[in-house]
């Protein structure tokens, strides 16, 4: 089974709405984190938003939230404002466990576009 | 910091060639990490080191790829013979250890093989 499911293979908004972009995970850890990245056309991954299981209020980065609900499993991503330079695929990222370390674990990503 | 430093950025070769990829990590980060990303499978972690030593190199794909990190500073990912399944987008990554769960992995801006 896939630990990271992202559903959508890409999402349309325009600019200056909000847009989700949705995630969910598997896991019998009690513990571990999630994470989005962004990588634009040029390639890099940027890291954007982290969020922890025992954590209790959603993560919160700019225009960037993390949308937590831990009985759903999933950790949407919500960006506020889109703007064209956020056009770009989304990564959501899942590491398990908590004590010694533990790899991350990628979905198959999201491609957002945003026009004007 | 620099950040990530990969090279090189683009290397085409013909099958049957050794390609040798390079990474700097950030410098006092812990962990150093191989990905590979295609179209098909999406990221894949191949290797990942701790302090320099390789902790689960489950991921590479055959005997073909090798991996090193003679020290703190730098890492090698070597493919011998390669072929052409081989080509991809390879990323190196690295990572501090804070312990709290959020050990964010910063990338390099991949290296894109593609093998004739």
């Known amino acids: 089974a896939q630990k990271i499911t992202q559903t959508q293979p890409g999402m349309f908004v325009q600019e200056k709405e909000a847009v989700t972009l949705d995630c969910t995970y598997d896991?019998?850890?009690?513990?571990?984190?999630l994470f989005w990245y962004k990588q634009p056309s040029s390639g890099e991954m940027i890291f954007l938003i982290y969020q922890g299981s025992y954590d209790q209020q959603n993560a919160t980065e700019g225009r960037y939230s993390l949308n937590f609900q831990k009985a759903r499993k999933s950790a949407n991503l919500v960006i506020s404002a889109s703007q064209l330079g956020d056009s770009a695929m989304y990564f959501c990222?899942?590491?398990?466990?908590?004590?010694?370390?533990?790899?991350?674990?990628f979905g198959k990503g999201t491609m957002l576009l945003v026009s004007p | 910091d620099a950040g990530v430093i990969q090279s090189p950025r683009h290397e085409v070769t013909e099958m049957g060639q050794e390609v040798t990829l390079r990474c700097k990590p950030i410098s006092g980060h812990d962990y150093l990490f191989w990905y590979r990303q295609t179209m098909m499978r999406g990221l894949e972690l191949l290797i990942y080191f701790n302090n320099n030593v390789p902790i689960d190199d489950s991921g590479m794909p055959e005997d073909r790829f090798s991996a090193k990190m003679p020290n703190a500073s730098f890492s090698t990912l070597k493919i011998q013979p390669s072929e052409p399944r081989d080509s991809a987008v390879y990323f190196c990554?690295?990572?501090?250890?804070?312990?709290?769960?959020?050990?964010?992995?910063?990338f390099g801006a991949g290296s894109r093989l593609t093998v004739l």
């Open positions: 990222a899942m590491r398990e466990g908590n004590s010694g370390y533990s790899t991350l674990t």
């Open positions: 896991t019998s850890d009690p513990s571990y984190g």
């Open positions: 990554a690295s990572s501090p250890f804070t312990g709290s769960g959020a050990n964010v992995l910063t």
